[in-house]
């Protein structure tokens, strides 16, 4: 695009006529005119979508394409800074590409037009999962309260995720005194992630427990016992006493009794007569006991001859 001139002069021109003396003037050159046209450069940014993994990634250059043929884009435009955008984090970063960093540098086109789509490195949210495994305990029964604390972080689905990315808002002790089984009762909502970068951390929780396991006492029962002459009265002898037991936890209110009709015994005659309790009379009404063994003593009314 331009004008071109003939770039005629005087001294061009000869008189080949010699009738004439002629005096040649150029009065206007002649030219040509190639005027410069228009077109539009479409540029597109490059872009990119990966999961996180922890790294950065990069991506560069654009692609730029030209409404007309004659446009040479490799060479007619430059870009006034980077094509380029970084991220490592989950989110986007934009190259930032404007048509005002396009500079046309093709005279031969007088309006250029540049459309731009920018470019951009997205990182996606990954998920995880994270296996949560209360602490346990097993003790027997003393009498005194146990408790059981804490947690163990047992599984993380990707390395990427640690115990530090999400916090605890729950309660994580139980105590208890009597035989049975607590439940920690930890739940999923008590744990709250805190890393950006996973969109879904699912947290699993393997159940602990504080168990008291019940113990085993003796009970020794000794039957009333008396010794007289024969009179020809009726006499009686009844009850039985608590001797011993086996653990200072276990208290006589600990059991019940239900063989009133055998812990008495009635005669009248010369003879030795046995109250007969058995262990059966006696039931256990404490759980903190598993095996309570009712050691009876035997009693007896001796009416002497």
């Known amino acids: 695009a331009g004008t071109y001139y003939m770039g005629l002069k005087k001294d061009q021109f ?144 990707t390395p990427l995720y640690t115990a530090s990315d999400f916090t605890f808002s729950g309660n994580d002790s139980v105590s208890g005194t009597n035989a049975t089984s607590y439940d920690m009762e930890l739940t999923a909502d008590d744990f709250t992630n805190k890393n950006k970068n996973f969109e879904n951390v699912e947290f699993e929780i393997v159940d602990g427990q504080l168990v008291i396991n019940p113990i085993d006492v003796t009970v020794t029962i000794t039957e009333k016992s008396a010794e007289v002459d024969y009179d020809g009265k009726e006499h009686t002898v009844s009850g039985y006493d608590v001797t011993s037991i086996s653990n200072p936890l276990y208290t006589e209110a600990d059991f019940t009794f239900s063989g009133n009709v055998r812990a008495s015994v009635t005669k009248t005659n010369a003879g030795t007569y046995n109250m007969e309790l058995t262990a059966d009379d006696f039931a256990n009404q404490n759980s903190n006991f598993a095996n309570v063994t009712f050691t009876i003593v035997d009693g007896k009314l001796v009416i002497k001859p």
């Open 14 to 157: 000869i008189n080949k006529n010699a009738n004439f003396d002629v005096i040649f003037k150029v009065t206007e050159d002649g030219k040509m005119v190639i005027n410069p046209i228009d077109v539009t450069v479409t540029v597109v940014g490059n872009s990119s979508t990966l999961p996180y993994d922890g790294t950065a990634h990069t991506v560069t250059g654009y692609t730029a394409t030209a409404s007309s043929t004659l446009y040479d884009v490799d060479a007619n435009i430059k870009l006034n800074g980077a094509a380029t955008a970084a991220q490592t984090d989950a989110g986007t970063t934009w190259m930032g590409l404007t048509k005002d960093k396009f500079t046309n540098n093709n005279t031969n086109f007088s309006t250029v037009t540049f459309e731009v789509t920018d470019g951009y490195q997205k990182i996606e949210t990954i998920t995880a999962k994270v296996t949560i495994t209360e602490h346990s305990d097993d003790v027997d029964y003393d009498g005194a309260e146990h408790t059981v604390t804490g947690y163990d972080v047992t599984k993380i689905s």
